[in-house]
């Protein structure tokens, strides 16, 4: 079975060279060359349904599970490059695809996935996540600014924070190469 990890296209860099980038998005970005596996992109009209509001996000990962459902992890996992890095848009610990799609490959491979660069601990998991709303719970992480003191939302692995609350800029720490 391949060694897989999970991050995105913007963290691709940091991915060691043996690990062979793979999108699992359903519109890479347009000067993407790399591997994809469709398999694990969201389908075309479920994506759609989701953007356009058409269905809510709950609806929209339950879908999602069941378009997984459907497929056979260790056949998906076959066809990986043998060290494979699954990529989406999405920042690490979003509550997405990327996520759900690694927490069912665990379950059947019976090995972790890791969100590169990421510690286990910053990842709500997909299935317990409380998220209803993407744009308010994308970040559902939380830090304290290190200027005015004040907890306001942050996003896992953009390391450097612009606190909306005082305008001034920090440094966050939880974003550590692996
Ligand atoms: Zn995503
Ligand atoms: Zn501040």
Redesign the pocket.
Known sequence: MPTIYTSNFSRVKLLPAEVVPVSIARWPPRTWKGARCIDLAPPVELLRAVKTGKIPIAEYTERYRAHLAKLDPKAVAAKLPPSAGLLCFCPPGFYCHRRFAAEWLEAALGAEIPEYGIGREMLVPAAAAPCTDWTADMLPWRTK??????S?PSKLGDPSML?P????T?QLEWDRPA
Request: aromatic share 8%; charged share 30%; with cysteine.
């Open positions: 600014c290190d200027h005015c003191k004040k306001v606190c609350a005082c305008g001034k920090f």
